[in-house]
């Protein structure tokens, strides 16, 4: 079992390279990419990344997790992580 990332710096360095990897029109993605303004995440992406998300942190999500205000940018994901998993 993978250990799980506790701070923001230990998350963003799970996040970041999953991000690039998996959705490589992002290029190299900041903090404040746009993840869906930029179109390079579509539905299914989010839901990928959703899935990923709740595996990889062990968080459990819920219908009003998929709100652009949790999943606009990296950073705001990294921010909703932590929150969740408090």
């Known amino acids: 079992m993978l250990a799980m990332p506790e701070g923001r710096s230990d998350i963003e ?8 990897t998996r959705f490589p029109a992002l290029g190299d993605c900041h903090a404040d990419t746009p993840l869906l303004e930029s179109g390079a995440i579509d539905s299914l992406g989010i839901l990928e990344l959703m899935t990923f998300l709740g ?17 606009g940018t990296p950073g705001r994901l990294v921010t ?3 929150r969740k998993r408090q």
């Open 55 to 71: 595996e990889r942190f062990g968080i459990t999500l819920e219908d009003g997790d998929f709100d652009p205000e949790f999943l």
């Open 13 to 20: 360095t799970v996040l970041y390279p999953y991000l690039t």
């Open 80 to 82: 909703f992580i932590q």
